[in-house]
T-cell receptor
């Protein structure tokens, strides 16, 4: 079985500050990991994904995440927040090489303050 | 690039009514799924399909039916709507690496 825990349902940062959204996972086999973003009244879109290649993954809009097996973490970061980054972010996990569905975390709402 | 298309975007039902949420994808993905999204609960899987003619239950299947007669289409049926089914519903198709492609969502209110 797999699960995802996102620490902090709401995170606020000032424009230009570092964004750090936390995700910890559990999986009995090597995982594939994903970060999705959801803007108001829209569906989810993929930010980035880890599929067992490089552990530091770069995504769209300046976001990146690092897979740390020893910490079972896949935290999302961005060096400098922009107002347009305000959205809800979801971490998700699936066992690698499996047809099983993704398991999603409960989401983190990011607010960017001017 | 159509991707995943859901209809309708908004629907209001009375308790006990039935309806179908439509979902179509043009990426030739074998895997399709339906999620519901409720505040503070993330996305919960309702039903999924790994190919035409094959469907299975997810985490919260009660009160919903699905069928998959073609690769492209995966409709979700509410048999007898209840207020607890008020939610935003997302259809998604999936490629081999596990990446999901989502529709824009269908917001359902059951009175």
């Amino acid at each position: 079985a797999q699960s995802v825990t996102q620490l902090g349902s709401h995170v606020s940062v000032s424009e230009g500050a570092l964004v750090l959204l936390r995700c910890n996972y559990s999986s009995s086999v090597p995982p594939y990991l994903f970060w999705y973003v959801q803007y108001p009244n829209q569906g989810l879109q993929l930010l980035l994904k880890y599929t067992s290649a490089a552990t530091l993954v770069k995504g769209i809009n300046g976001f990146e995440a690092e897979f740390k097996k020893s910490e079972t973490s896949f935290h999302l970061t961005k060096p400098s927040a922009h107002m347009s980054d305000a959205a809800e972010y979801f971490c998700a996990v699936t066992p690698s090489g499996s047809a099983r569905q993704l398991t999603f975390g409960s989401g983190t709402q990011l607010t960017v303050l001017p | 690039n159509a991707g995943v298309t859901q209809t309708p975007k908004f629907q209001v039902l009375k308790t006990g009514q039935s309806m179908t949420l439509q979902c179509a994808q043009d990426m030739n993905h074998e895997y399709m799924s339906w999620y519901r999204q409720d505040p503070g609960m993330g996305l919960r899987l309702i039903h999924y399909s790994v190919g035409a003619g094959i469907t299975d239950q997810g985490e919260v299947p009660n009160g919903y039916n699905v069928s998959r007669s073609t690769t492209e289409d995966f409709p979700l049926r509410l048999l007898s709507a209840a207020p607890s089914q008020t939610s935003v519903y997302f259809c998604a198709s999936r490629e081999n690496t596990g990446e999901l492609f989502f529709g824009e969502g269908s917001r359902l209110t059951v009175l």
